[in-house]
């Protein structure tokens, strides 16, 4: 059997800034709240009338980590995408980024699992290599957030959390056993479906209704942030421990823990029950919000790009997000 080992990463976010101050002349709101409660300071979003998009950025950041993985574009044989704000309801980003990228008439797949969907992505393009149904593949997650988001004070409490970024990471075949993605670990639970949701546009709340009734909220993100907050840090905890366990391994093996960048004190939570030292923590939710399913390889993206990963560390990634749905992966760098 195979191994898959990522060997090239990128990431691409828009240039907008968008600072705490700056929404406080938007909406009632104060970089003081958002910061205490949420950690991030700014975000990225894209600029009205710029022409990106998920797939764009998607495809900008594939572009990097297939130049860094030192294959071409002809070398991938499958894409996964990972994002919750497609271009269009269908088809889905991840032929727009075979086409952006004019790649060969490869297989292409979407999946959508929100903050949790770059940790279900990987698992996906893991068993496809493990398999060796594929060789390379290139994996995407992206989010346009901002151009779906209630940026008024009704909309406060989940607007200030969002922003807009992508990241890509290929992951080849390897026949190295003891380096590479160890295992992968996939969690549901739909009961908690609607405590974070945008229920339309879809089969069962059509545009129209919107447009008879701009001020229907189901348009526009639900968050029931206290009962999201306290799922989080439990199916967080529990799910590094899965991943852990499955491997033989202890919290004190652990190198780097890079969560999903969902919110400072759930990361800081985590990380003080599992006593780990800052140095074993990446956080950027700082300066990029929550960018859902591209948060992960964002931050995957820069903690290698800053050198906080080496060669043989024990790095593990972690999602917990609307479905409810969490994951972790384990990796041997
Ligand atoms: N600015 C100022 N005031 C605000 C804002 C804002 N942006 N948003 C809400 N408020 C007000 C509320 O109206 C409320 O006012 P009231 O007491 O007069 O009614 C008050 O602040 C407290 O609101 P809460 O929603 O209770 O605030 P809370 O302390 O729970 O913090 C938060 C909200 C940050 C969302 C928190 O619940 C949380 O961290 N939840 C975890 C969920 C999360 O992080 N989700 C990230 C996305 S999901 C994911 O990636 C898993």
Known sequence: MYTSKIIGLGHFVPDNIVTNDDLSKLMDTNDEWIQERTGIKERRWIKEGSGETSSSMGAKAAKIAIERSGLTKDDIDFIVFATLSPDMYFPGC???????????????LDVRNQCSGFIYALSVADQFI?????KNILVIGSEYHSGGLDISTRGRGVSVIFGDGAGAAILSRSEDATKGILSTHLHSEGKHARELVVE????????PEYKNNPDDL???PYMNGTFVFKNAVVRFSEVIMEGLQANNLGVEDLDMFIPHQANLRISQFVQR?????????????QKYGNTTAASIIIALTEAW???KIKDGDLVVLAAFGSGFTWGSVIIRW
């Open 218 to 220: 189901s348009y526009y």
């Open 200 to 207: 339309g546009p879809s089969i069962a709340r059509w545009v």
């Open 94 to 108: 991840g032929v727009q980024v075979q086409d952006l990228l004019d790649m060969p008439t490869i297989g292409a």
């Open 130 to 134: 493990k398999t060796g149904m594929y």
């Open 273 to 285: 029950k599992f006593k780990l030292r800052d140095d074993q923590v990446f956080n950027n939710i």
């Open 305 to 307: 790009e800053q050198k």
